[in-house]
């Protein structure tokens, strides 16, 4: 059965002070895994998509890389205006994205 | 470009109504997905459209269902609403099957459905 969890539920951290989000899981056949962020009231947002273990994809502060069994959202430096709810999904067989919990970030100035 | 429309925004329903949300895709975009995203729960799906037919389905019992047009506009209805259904319901939007390996899904803003 395919699954994914994400890590930690809940992260709040100071202005600048750099972290990493979660994404583990199992899956038969994976075709992508995807970040997404989320803001309240509001739809998932596409950040990236990656494919194969080793694969890394950047963007202003945010870096995502992925290995065989998790993928990992290292954010740099972050700023208020960082501070969103942070989605993983997977891409199996069947087209649709399968998505985890998430993460809350909080980023205080 | 506009993105993905969804209305309405708000939608407050008695239990054992009916409800329709509707959706209009991206232009040129052929499927459609529909997702519920319940209060601390992550976001389940429900339907996929392609080219006007259902491609799948997610374990949700058959009084969510839904259509797609020939415009390619998706409407989600259900019937007998429960207090449990009472979630932000989300709908996205793709190239066709193939077309999606490289951007994922565009998403609207939600439909936030409140059952009393």
């Known amino acids: 059965e395919d699954q994914v969890t994400q890590s930690p539920e809940a992260l709040r951290l100071q202005e600048g002070e750099s972290s990493s989000l979660n994404c583990s899981y199992t899956?038969?056949?994976?075709?992508?895994l995807f970040w997404y962020r989320q803001d309240p009231g509001k739809g998932p947002e596409f950040l990236f998509t990656l494919y194969s273990a080793g694969e890394e994809k950047e963007k202003e502060r945010l870096k995502a890389t992925l290995t065989k069994k998790e993928s990992f959202l290292h954010i740099t430096a972050p700023k208020p205006e960082d501070s969103a709810t942070y989605l993983c999904?997977?891409?199996?067989?069947?087209?649709?994205?399968?998505f985890g919990t998430g993460t809350r970030l909080t980023v205080i100035p | 470009e506009a993105g993905v429309t969804q209305s309405p925004t708000h939608l407050i329903k008695t239990r054992g109504q009916q409800a329709t949300l509707r959706c209009s895709p991206i232009s040129g975009h052929t499927s459609v997905y529909w997702y519920q995203q319940a209060l601390g729960l992550g976001l389940q799906f429900l339907l996929w459209?392609?080219?006007?037919?259902?491609?799948n389905r997610g374990n949700f019992p058959p009084r969510f269902s839904g259509r797609q047009f020939p415009n390619y506009s998706s409407e989600l209805n259900v019937n007998a609403l429960e207090l449990e259904d009472s979630a932000l319901y989300l709908c996205?939007?793709?190239?066709?099957?193939?077309?999606?390996?490289?951007?994922?899904?565009?998403f609207g803003s939600g439909t936030r459905l409140t059952v009393v």
């Open positions: 459209y392609d080219e006007g037919e259902e491609r």
């Open positions: 899956v038969s056949g994976l075709r992508g």
């Open positions: 999904a997977l891409r199996t067989g069947a087209n649709n994205l399968f």
């Open positions: 996205a939007s793709s190239l066709s099957y193939e077309g999606t390996s490289g951007y994922g899904y565009t």
